[in-house]
Nanobody
Framework: QVQLVESGGGLVQTGDSLRLACALS????????MGWFRQAPGKARQFVAA????????NYADSMKGRFTISRDNTNNAVYLQMNSLKPEDTAGYYC?????????????????????WGQGTQVTVSS
């Protein structure tokens, strides 16, 4: 059974950076497309970024392009989300997700419904 554990969240100030990490166990990491989503209180879960199994293809939500970077380490079964220039509106629970890869089109994985495996989330709070 696939398990995902996120870490790296916290309380930061506007303009700061954070690096989230997500470790996968119970599956062959290099076969999964990995995604990051976020959810603020009272709002729907929002796509942040996705990365192909090899790490060569990535996709981002428009509002995150240029500030967030997704990467992965297939040796250590981990995916990362580097977040720079954080804003108060980035405050949310951040969730890591894994999907068995069925297409090379990484855009296919912008939809949370594509992912059967989820972590418990890590909270990011950005103060103004």
């Amino acid at each position: 059974q696939v398990q995902l554990v996120e870490s790296g969240g916290g309380l930061v100030q506007t303009g700061d950076s954070l690096r989230l990490a997500c470790a996968l166990s119970g599956g062959t990491f290099s076969r999964y497309t990995m995604g990051w989503f976020r959810q603020a209180p009272g709002k729907a879960r929002q796509f942040v970024a996705a990365i192909s199994p090899s790490g060569t293809s990535t996709n981002y939500a428009d509002s995150m392009k240029g500030r967030f970077t997704i990467s992965r380490d297939n040796t250590n079964n981990a995916v990362y989300l580097q977040m720079n220039s954080l804003k108060p509106e980035d405050t949310a629970g951040y969730y890591c997700a894994a999907a068995a890869t069925v297409t090379r089109r990484v855009e296919y994985y912008n939809d949370a419904a594509r992912y059967p495996n989820w972590g418990q989330g890590t909270q990011v709070t950005v103060s103004s």
